[in-house]
């Protein structure tokens, strides 16, 4: 079992910045990835980033490339996401998750296994 904490959030005015983490416990060790989706109101759960345990290789939606920068710390089983310059269209509960498969979809909710609470980034104008 894994479990997924996801700290960071908060209120922001745009044009300003936030770093989530999310860090995982439990049973981690054959853990391959993590990644950052997030989920405003009556929008579905969208991919936002996503990173490879082995390797550190890294994957970014379109609309954050650029603005948002996930890293990882293997020792300390936490993922983090830089959020910069960011806009109302950011405001979202954003939520971190794990994957357990050696070959996954970086991009597709289906294939992480795990996934935190949520965290809420709110901008204001």
């Known amino acids: 079992q894994v479990q997924l904490v996801e700290s960071g959030g908060g209120l922001v005015q745009a044009g300003g910045s936030l770093k989530l983490s999310c860090a995982a416990s439990g049973r981690t060790s054959s853990m391959y990835g993590m990644g950052w989706f997030r989920q405003a109101p009556g929008k579905e759960r969208e991919f936002v980033a996503a990173?490879?345990?082995?390797?550190?290789?890294?994957y970014y939606a379109g609309s954050v490339k650029g603005r948002f920068t996930i890293s990882r710390d293997n020792a300390k089983n936490t993922v983090y996401l830089q959020i910069n310059s960011l806009n109302p269209e950011d405001t979202a509960v954003y939520y971190c998750a794990a994957t357990f498969r050696v070959y996954y979809t970086y991009d597709r909710r289906n294939h992480y296994d795990y996934w935190g609470q949520g965290t809420q980034v709110t901008v204001s104008s």
């Open positions: 990173i490879n345990w082995i390797g550190g290789r890294t």
